[in-house]
């Protein structure tokens, strides 16, 4: 996993800053309902769009992050409000929120189980009647059928631990049912093959180590591709949302 503490005064600049943001966050909103007056969103980052979730009117954000760096830029835009702490033990009470949010979390944990225990402290934290809103499937939103993503496909990929069906299947075991889905476009993610270059440097591809042989070969490929420069399709991302029993 990155160290976002290290990522954090770069991660707007490289994740797409305010349109993707702002795409997020309208969709996060359309999957809450209209009475929802207390929203905590779980590894809220830099706070980017934990403040536009705040902007509509009538609800209180909280943000909470494992990163001091992250939260501490988070804090910097929602003052007050946003928490150092783990995802797997949330420091709220049961019952707290009308809504809890993870986007872009739960793909990064090594295995299932790590990714049930973040889905269980979700609902434990929500009001019965609440709704649970996450990002699933995240890698494959990547994958937009570019010759990138064909130069790419000879690396391993690790089991995806955010698949829908997973997911939906955590958010079962602890009393969240399906109710309702979104989609949002990644604006500023697509993929250009010298930015994907620099990824692989840097260890973005978690199965491929910088030095190895096969980022070697892959990075011969990306550097045939014509226009180095210019970003293929941005990703599509997915949101489910779960709605707890009472």
């Known amino acids: 996993m990155l160290d976002y503490n290290k990522e954090a005064d770069r991660y707007d600049a490289s994740r797409g800053g305010e349109p993707r943001a702002a795409a997020a966050a309208a969709a996060v909103l359309g999957l809450l309902p209209a009475d929802t007056r207390t929203l905590l969103d779980v590894a809220c980052g830099t706070g980017l769009v934990a403040r536009r979730l705040a902007a509509r009117a009538g609800l209180r954000v909280t943000g909470v992050d494992a990163a001091h760096r992250m939260a501490q830029l988070a804090a910097a835009r929602l003052p007050g409000a946003v928490i150092l702490g783990d995802s797997h033990q ?19 944990f090594p295995g299932p189980e790590e990714t049930a225990s973040v889905v269980a402290e979700c609902a434990r934290v929500l009001r019965p009647g609440g709704t649970y809103v996450t990002t699933v499937d995240k890698a494959a939103s990547h994958d937009v059928g570019s010759d990138i993503d064909t130069v790419l496909a000879p690396r391993p990929v690790r089991p995806a631990v955010d698949r829908a069906e997973a997911v939906e299947a955590y958010a079962a075991e602890y009393g969240l049912a399906p109710a309702g889905r979104a989609g949002f476009t990644g604006h500023g993610q ?32 990306l550097a045939a591709l014509p226009d180095q420069d210019v970003p293929r399709p941005d990703p599509r991302f997915t949101l489910r949302a779960f709605r707890k029993r009472g």
């Open 190 to 221: 697509g993929r250009s093959p010298r930015s994907t270059v620099d990824d692989l440097h840097r260890g973005w591809f978690t199965r491929v180590p910088p030095d190895s042989p096969l980022a070697a070969r892959l990075e011969a490929g």
């Open 90 to 108: 949330l420091p709220f009470p049961d019952g707290s929120f009308d809504a809890v949010s993870t986007v872009w979390l739960l793909h990064l």
